[in-house]
């Protein structure tokens, strides 16, 4: 069985041409090393949702996950909808990985202010970036998510919702001058950093279960699996962790309940 990196070219979403096929090749590499199935890469040289759709129908039948990078949030949701609306094949996007990363970071930012669950407040800015982030964040036990779509907040608009809340979550990666690193937690231009740390254990407990849908629970899910094995004095946890794919994998599987002959579909 395999897992498809499919990475649409030219979309102007958050990769140049160059740095979409690095990304590309190492996405393969890494499902390749951290789970059952073998990656490969599948460039997509068109960024209509319906023609991506139709590119990934007609992938060959052994490969079973998809994993969707260069396109926004709402032409991925789109790509997804159209697969699962035909029965077709998972199909996890970047965002999701990043949204479950980021909610991750932002628990642990709120861990090291000893707040509480329940009592964190959060801003989470261009949230349309991640448009799942804010339920996510809920889900992991923030009291109250504010979130902003857009790139318009720049000096004193940062600074004050970093006044009313404990953590302001920048997906936007603009003016960072304003940020309290103590207060913020930036994702990075290149999302594969924070991505790869949530991607093998997601999709391998995903496909293992037989769904093509990805959800709010299970982000949620994946990200409090990153949490737990954060160290104290880290924002996440390291890539090399042997703990980083089982445990993510069997966050994820034990809201999904029974799964499917032959899962996981992770490296121990």
Known sequence: MGAAVVA???SRANRTNNSCWTAMEDYAALLTDRTV???????????????????????????TAVFLIGLDAQKSVAVQSITAAARGRLVISETDALTATAAAAAVTALRAKRIPPRHGRLAVIGADRAP??????????????????????????????MVDHDITVDLTGQDSRWAVPARTVQVPTDPFHFAAL???????ALSGHGTNHVTVDALAAAARALTLITPVDRALPDIRDHRLVPTVARHVSRILGTPTEGSPHTHP
């Open 8 to 10: 649409v070219w030219g």
């Open 37 to 63: 199935l073998r990656g490969s890469a599948v460039p997509c040289t068109t960024g209509r949702p319906h023609s991506v759709a139709a590119r990934i129908a007609k992938l060959p039948r052994h490969i």
């Open 132 to 161: 799942h982030l804010a339920a996510a964040l809920l889900e992991c036990g923030a009291a109250d998510v504010t979130a902003l779509r857009g790139n318009d907040f720049h000096g004193p608009a940062i600074r004050k919702l």
């Open 198 to 204: 949530a991607l093998p254990g997601l999709l391998g």
